[in-house]
């Protein structure tokens, strides 16, 4: 089993922990609940139901995270994707020992807290006859792996047992000569390695040290009801470590020929839309252009940056408090790079307009009582996201498309009895700018790769 490995520690963005707002519109059921623009399942398209990994509708059964974990753990994801992005750096190599199972493992860009992994999840078979297994999905990784027996280092506790390649009469591993092999690295932004039987190992590295490590691996892939996909490339995790709760795997969904939604594209289209739910409810994932009805979203330009193709990017135009719009220029926005990213919780926006709608919404929430600074947080008030009136706040992006956001969206509970607005400025200069989940709460979000455009509907879920 012996390799010679140069662990290259990536800036991959991972899915922090979100907290629920307890905002009045959430309901209590744990059913899905489909709105008009979700469309039936058929052959052209796959749905799945997602779940807030946290809350009591998700098959982890996990307990919520307090705000100041999932805020420490925020800030440090951004930071890492602040430095890659404007550093265009993607790898550093530190250590290296030639076996999977004696490893030693250096992580130069940690930022004290780690990130942490295991927001949203869905459920994906795997294998010949397939066996379900809940999955963290993210719209910043591209590579799709589970952990898999024997499990040669170490794997992470998990629901259900891992997978046994054994016992999948369609599995099959990838050699180190293949043209896949020696591609990995733009999935996973760490070079690829070879075992003593030839067979092409993968590392998936987080930016918090969390960690997959095992073998490229095909098996047939089964996705909603019944749809498969023969071939599915992933990776059959022996080393898996760090923050990635009781999950068995993460699946990318970025801009890579490795992803998820890459490999269902021949057949579904090269386009998924999600509504990411509150936590006592059920969201839905959907692959494919028949997943959705086009005429009931907005749409901006989904933009491409060559630092990191696999991210989606998208240009603010401006942002409004009761109808004003911020006394912010274009140029200001647009001078900043912005990405939607599912994994980051709280929006990061420029400085000058982060500072300009902190200024706005607080003198439009002056009849409330303010709340000392809480963590990244520096706007707070003293109630609750579900019982502070707030005023109206609208994200537009290029070509007139947005988020009208509502109480959950704007406000962050952080403690009995105190609340945050939810955003923030980037970390450093010359940071990025994110779109995070928390503003993307309830609406339907759409990645039409195809048309390079990215779409918005009210209501997408509860």
Not at 171 to 179: D, E, G, I, P
Not at 208 to 233: C, E, I, K, N, W
Not at 352 to 369: E, I
Request: hydrophobic share 35%; aromatic share 8%.
């Amino acid at each position: 089993m012996g390799l010679v490995l140069v662990l290259a520690f990536s800036l991959l963005t991972v899915v922090t922990s979100l907290r629920d707002t307890g905002d009045a519109t959430a309901h209590n059921s744990c059913t899905e609940s489909f709105q008009e623009h979700w469309q039936q399942p058929n052959d052209s398209a796959i749905r799945l139901a997602i779940h807030h990994a946290h809350g009591p509708c998700s098959p982890l059964s996990s307990s919520p995270l307090p705000a100041s974990v999932i805020l420490e753990r925020d800030q440090a994801r951004v930071k890492i994707l602040n430095h890659r992005l404007i550093h265009n750096q993607t790898t550093v190599s530190t250590k290296s020992t030639g076996k999977l199972k004696a490893k030693s493992v250096g992580i130069p860009l940690t930022p004290g807290n780690s990130v942490g992994v295991g927001n949203y999840v869905i459920k994906l078979g795997i294998g010949s006859p397939p066996k379900p297994y809940v999955m963290v999905f993210d719209t910043g990784s591209s590579f799709t792996w589970i952990q898999c027996e024997p499990c040669i280092v170490q794997c992470h506790s998990q629901v259900g047992a891992l997978f046994n390649p054994k016992a999948s009469v369609t599995y099959k591993t990838v050699s180190c000569n293949s043209l896949d092999c020696s591609s990995l690295q733009a999935a996973t932004l760490n070079p690829s390695s070879c075992s003593r039987s030839n067979l092409c190992i993968y590392v998936a590295s987080y930016g918090d040290g969390s960690y997959s490590m095992g073998y490229l691996s095909r098996d047939t892939l089964t996705v909603g009801s019944a749809q498969t996909l023969p071939g599915f490339l992933y990776g059959c995790g022996q080393d898996n470590e760090g923050l990635f709760g009781r999950a068995a795997g993460l699946v990318g969904l970025a801009r890579n020929k490795f992803s998820l939604l890459a490999q269902l594209s021949s057949k579904y289209g090269y386009v998924f839309s999600y509504c990411l739910p509150t936590s006592t409810s059920t969201g839905m994932l959907s692959i494919g252009h028949m997943g959705y009805n086009p005429s009931l979203y907005t749409y901006t330009r989904m933009y491409t940056d060559s630092r990191d193709p696999a991210l989606y990017f998208l240009r603010l135009a401006s942002i409004t408090v009761e109808g004003k719009a911020l006394p912010v220029s274009t140029a200001t926005y647009v001078r900043t790079p912005t990405i939607i990213d599912s994994g980051t919780v709280i929006t990061r926006l420029p400085q000058a307009v982060y500072s300009a709608l902190q200024t706005a919404f607080v003198r439009a929430m002056s009849m409330h009582t303010r709340a000392p600074p809480y963590s990244i947080l520096d706007t707070c008030f003293k109630g609750s996201a579900a019982g502070l009136s707030v005023p109206e706040v609208r994200i537009v992006f290029e070509g007139g498309s947005g988020l009208k956001l509502g109480a959950r969206n704007l406000l962050f509970d952080v403690s009995n009895g105190v609340t945050c607005l939810a955003f923030a400025a980037p970390s450093g200069a010359n940071g990025v700018a994110i779109i995070g989940n928390h503003q993307q709460l309830t609406f339907g979000v759409v990645y039409d790769v195809t048309n390079s455009r990215i779409g918005f509907a009210a209501g997408g879920c509860r």
